[in-house]
């Protein structure tokens, strides 16, 4: 049976099937010799970045102006850290790179190193019909992660990954200044270099282009 012929049949299988449950298995930590008291924050599709953000602020800056006796008592037996970690996978990936550059905007002087691994996520599908014969399946598939160490201590910078303190901030330095030395040179003012106008209907007459009314005038 040719591949064509039997993406139908398969199609016609996983119809009678309903998706019961996802496990899934993270991948592991890849940064040894962590402090154990280190944060691990986990970042999800649907976790709110406020409420990231607060917590690892919270592990990671201080704070004397506390509004009220509990807030103290909390920030005391909190101390604070010296590195943070964070970790998402499938959907959550981009939410966890906002919170890391949040963060690094807030705490000047954090090393970032990053690693991209993949975790797994096994489905269990089971037939709608139980007397209809049919056997659950079991399906693995892997699911890209990412995890993203800050840390106030210096790390190894020769490790894949490494990125120094400040330096997103210059990044967007030298990108701000290209495009202004690309406006000037040009001589056009809040325009795009390379934008060109566009040519319609009725726009700009060229040298030697006449209407019909002229013609006439001049016979």
Same mark, same amino acid.
């Given at each position: 049976?040719?591949?064509?012929?039997?993406?139908?049949?398969?199609?016609?299988?996983?119809? #009678?099937?309903?998706?019961?449950?996802?496990?899934?298995?993270?991948? @592991?930590? !890849?940064? !040894?010799?962590?402090?154990?008291?280190?944060?691990?924050?986990?970042?999800?599709?649907?976790?709110?970045?406020?409420?990231?953000?607060?917590?690892?602020?919270?592990?990671?800056?201080?704070?004397?102006?506390?509004?009220?006796?509990?807030?103290?008592?909390?920030?005391?037996?909190?101390?604070?850290?010296?590195?943070?970690?964070?970790?998402?996978?499938?959907? %959550?990936?981009? /939410?966890?790179?906002?919170?890391?550059?949040? =963060? /690094?905007?807030? =705490?000047?002087?954090?090393?970032?190193?990053?690693?991209?691994?993949?975790?797994?996520?096994?489905?269990?599908?089971?037939?709608?019909?139980?007397?209809?014969?049919?056997?659950?399946?079991?399906?693995?598939? #892997?699911?890209?992660?990412?995890?993203?160490? @800050?840390?106030?201590?210096? @790390?190894?910078?020769?490790?894949?990954?490494?990125?120094?303190?400040?330096?997103?901030?210059?990044?967007?330095?030298?990108?701000? #200044?290209?495009?202004?030395?690309?406006?000037?040179?040009?001589? =056009?003012?809040?325009?795009?270099?390379?934008?060109?106008?566009?040519?319609?209907?009725?726009?700009?007459?060229? !040298?030697?282009?006449?209407? %019909?009314?002229?013609?006439?005038?001049?016979?």
């Amino acid at each position: 049976m040719s591949v064509f012929s039997s993406l139908p049949l398969a199609r016609t299988k996983m119809e #009678n099937y309903s998706k019961a449950r996802t496990l899934e298995r993270p991948s @592991l930590c !890849p940064f !040894p010799g962590l402090a154990p008291d280190t944060p691990k924050v986990r970042v999800k599709d649907g976790s709110k970045i406020r409420h990231l953000l607060r917590y690892a602020l919270s592990r990671m800056e201080a704070k004397p102006g506390v509004a009220d006796e509990a807030g103290r008592q909390e920030a005391a037996s909190r101390p604070l850290c010296r590195q943070i970690v964070f970790t998402a996978s499938a959907k %959550g990936v981009s /939410k966890a790179i906002t919170c890391a550059e949040i =963060v /690094k905007r807030r =705490v000047k002087g954090l090393h970032q190193l990053t690693r991209l691994l993949y975790g797994t996520a096994v489905e269990v599908w089971e037939p709608l019909e139980p007397g209809a014969g049919l056997d659950s399946l079991t399906v693995s598939r #892997n699911v890209p992660a990412i995890w993203i160490l @800050l840390s106030l201590e210096p @790390l190894d910078c020769s490790q894949p990954g490494y990125q120094a303190p400040g330096r997103y901030d210059a990044l967007w330095a030298q990108s701000a #200044n290209r495009e202004e030395e690309a406006a000037g040179g040009s001589g =056009v003012t809040g325009q795009r270099p390379g934008f060109r106008r566009k040519r319609g209907r009725g726009g700009g007459k060229g !040298p030697g282009r006449h209407t %019909g009314r002229s013609r006439d005038a001049e016979k």
